[in-house]
């Protein structure tokens, strides 16, 4: 049961996995507070999404990561964002890995969770 007390406290912070143990471009799935979270070092920063997609609840953290392409004003395609965009697996969804905005531009995203690194270790606030 959640109190007023701990709505005040704010998020509590949360183990994640030694620093070492997350190396660029991996991910690790956690359970914090019943909630399944998905920490992704994306060339060495660290982000938090919920693992459950905004379209139908699917474990989206367990997609691809990847990147997309874009055309320039004379239509010549860059490949962009690599390791960034995230796919859900069961219905290809893609989302922000960063902000955990759908990248259609539509009002679907997932939840995002703030990451610290203390003493080598990595904790999530939920």
Partial sequence: MTTDADAERGPTRHYVVDEGDLDEGERVLVEVEGREIGVFNVDGELYALANHCAH???????????????????????????GEILACPWHGWEFDVETGAHIAGSKYRLPTYDVTVEDGEIYVFA
């Fill in 56 to 82: 139908m609840g699917g474990p989206v953290c367990e997609g691809g990561l990847m990147g997309y392409f874009t055309a320039d004003d004379d239509g010549d395609l860059r490949y962009e964002r690599d």
